[in-house]
């Protein structure tokens, strides 16, 4: 399978999703909806500084890319969960009478053959206008919403984005730009990756790519595989095998001034076992930086407990437990090749980086991220 190619650890950030004081205006309001191969996820909110406030969310498991690795279609039963949650959203849209908003569909979307009729059953049961990204944008929106996390001290950075059917990487060059603007820079990237005639200095990308394997497809490449911990050591080969086209691949990077950003439900899930939390907190998880050797303790902790025990741990469960081991495979296979003391773990990503993008465009967020 060939990827799709293009032609701080020591901030400690404002709460993104701190909820509204008040009931605000809808003329305040803003919302980002994300459609992906596992989960439809959306947030309402109103913008509050350089951050925002967080009016209304919505997050519910619709596996909507469930069969399409053998099949190259969504099914019938994955369209009609996933519209159901789509639903909600709309309700919850009209409640807030909420106007300015972006609704997007990821790696299911583009791959599906029947993507469009999809498309175009939404518009009709829900009223709702989504938009298929293509990979830059969505690995572009993953790395703004990012921003507030990255250290001052940062000189590279590598932001990853683990999806349900792909996983965006993105290398970023910040040694040219002054450590107070290194976190604004790439608020700067809203407008593209690379652009010419910025006010600030640039944050250089050195290379990205989008690999077609989240936690969801590539569970799916090796779903005939019986034994747990076999099955656990091809994924994270595999995904590794995926990388080769990735220019910094081949490079060694210093541990020092480099650091890697992870969002994702599987980067947070790993944090709160860490943390030995028994219920999610996200103020806890938001910005924690983690080390190669505890996220690898972490991950032999999921195989000793095996398929059983963690669909009873309270912070994977019955849903989750066979998506957490494809995510922790890609996870094992991006610290064996940048082994790092500093990994931020992000408690945010797309729908973020699309409130990010909509509010800074209409001018009512303050320059400085953090």
Same mark, same amino acid.
């Given at each position: +399978?060939?990827?799709?190619?293009?032609?701080?650890?020591?901030?400690?950030?404002?709460?993104?999703?701190?909820?509204?004081?008040?009931?605000?205006?809808?003329?305040?309001?803003?919302?980002?909806?994300?459609?992906?191969?596992?989960?439809?996820?959306?947030?309402?909110? @109103?913008?509050?500084?350089? @951050?925002?406030?967080?009016?209304? %969310?919505?997050?519910?498991?619709?596996?909507?890319?469930?069969?399409?690795?053998?099949?190259?279609?969504?099914?019938?039963?994955?369209?009609?969960?996933?519209?159901?949650?789509?639903?909600? /959203?709309?309700?919850?849209?009209?409640?807030?009478?909420?106007?300015?908003?972006?609704?997007?569909?990821?790696?299911? /979307?583009?791959?599906?053959?029947?993507?469009?009729?999809?498309?175009?059953?939404?518009?009709?049961?829900?009223?709702?206008?989504?938009?298929?990204?293509?990979?830059?944008?969505?690995?572009?929106?993953?790395?703004?919403? /990012?921003?507030?996390?990255?250290?001052?001290?940062?000189?590279?950075?590598?932001? &990853?984005?683990?999806?349900?059917?792909?996983?965006?990487?993105?290398?970023?060059?910040?040694?040219?730009?002054?450590?107070?603007?290194?976190?604004?820079?790439?608020?700067?990237?809203?407008?593209?990756?690379?652009?010419?005639?910025?006010?600030?200095?640039?944050?250089? &990308?050195?290379?990205?790519?989008?690999?077609?394997?989240?936690?969801?497809?590539?569970?799916?490449?090796?779903?005939?595989?019986?034994?747990?911990?076999?099955?656990?050591?091809? +994924?994270?080969?595999?995904?590794?095998?995926?990388? %080769?086209?990735?220019?910094?691949?081949?490079?060694?990077?210093?541990?020092?001034?480099?650091?890697?950003?992870?969002?994702?439900?599987?980067?947070?899930? &790993?944090?709160?076992?860490?943390?030995?939390?028994?219920?999610?907190?996200?103020?806890?998880?938001?910005?924690?930086?983690?080390?190669?050797?505890?996220?690898?303790?972490?991950?032999?902790?999921?195989?000793?407990?095996?398929?059983?025990?963690?669909?009873?741990?309270?912070?994977?469960?019955?849903?989750? @437990?066979?998506?957490?081991?494809?995510?922790?495979?890609?996870? @094992?296979?991006? +610290?064996?090749?940048?082994?790092?003391?500093?990994?931020?773990?992000?408690?945010?990503?797309?729908?973020?980086?699309?409130?990010?993008?909509?509010?800074?465009?209409?001018?009512?967020?303050?320059?400085?991220?953090?």
């Amino acid at each position: +399978m060939t990827p799709k190619r293009p032609e701080g650890a020591g901030a400690v950030p404002k709460p993104v999703e701190s909820p509204a004081p008040k009931t605000p205006s809808p003329e305040q309001l803003y919302a980002a909806l994300d459609l992906g191969t596992n989960s439809c996820r959306m947030l309402i909110a @109103q913008p509050k500084g350089s @951050q925002f406030h967080v009016v209304d %969310s919505y997050s519910k498991s619709v596996q909507l890319g469930a069969g399409l690795e053998s099949t190259g279609k969504l099914s019938r039963s994955s369209m009609q969960r996933t519209i159901q949650a789509l639903k909600t /959203c709309q309700q919850k849209l009209r409640r807030h009478k909420v106007k300015r908003m972006r609704l997007v569909a990821t790696e299911a /979307c583009r791959r599906a053959e029947n993507s469009k009729e999809f498309m175009a059953k939404v518009r009709r049961e829900t009223g709702l206008q989504l938009e298929i990204i293509a990979p830059e944008e969505e690995a572009r929106l993953a790395v703004i919403s /990012c921003a507030p996390l990255v250290s001052r001290k940062t000189e590279q950075l590598l932001v &990853v984005d683990i999806g349900g059917g792909s996983t965006e990487l993105v290398w970023i060059d910040l040694s040219a730009v002054p450590k107070r603007d290194r976190a604004r820079s790439i608020m700067q990237m809203k407008r593209g990756f690379n652009r010419e005639g910025s006010a600030y200095p640039e944050a250089k &990308v050195v290379d990205w790519i989008s690999v077609p394997l989240g936690v969801a497809t590539l569970k799916d490449q090796f779903v005939d595989v019986e034994d747990d911990a076999a099955r656990f050591a091809l +994924m994270s080969w595999f995904f590794e095998e995926n990388l %080769s086209e990735f220019s910094p691949y081949q490079d060694q990077q210093s541990r020092e001034g480099f650091q890697i950003v992870g969002t994702s439900g599987t980067v947070t899930t &790993v944090a709160a076992s860490h943390l030995g939390l028994k219920r999610y907190d996200r103020t806890k998880v938001d910005g924690l930086r983690m080390s190669s050797e505890q996220i690898d303790k972490v991950i032999r902790d999921y195989l000793v407990l095996g398929p059983e025990g963690r669909r009873k741990d309270p912070r994977i469960g019955q849903d989750r @437990q066979a998506l957490i081991m494809s995510g922790s495979a890609i996870l @094992q296979a991006l +610290m064996r090749c940048w082994p790092t003391d500093k990994l931020s773990v992000a408690d945010r990503g797309l729908r973020e980086g699309l409130l990010y993008a909509q509010m800074s465009a209409d001018g009512v967020l303050e320059d400085e991220p953090h």
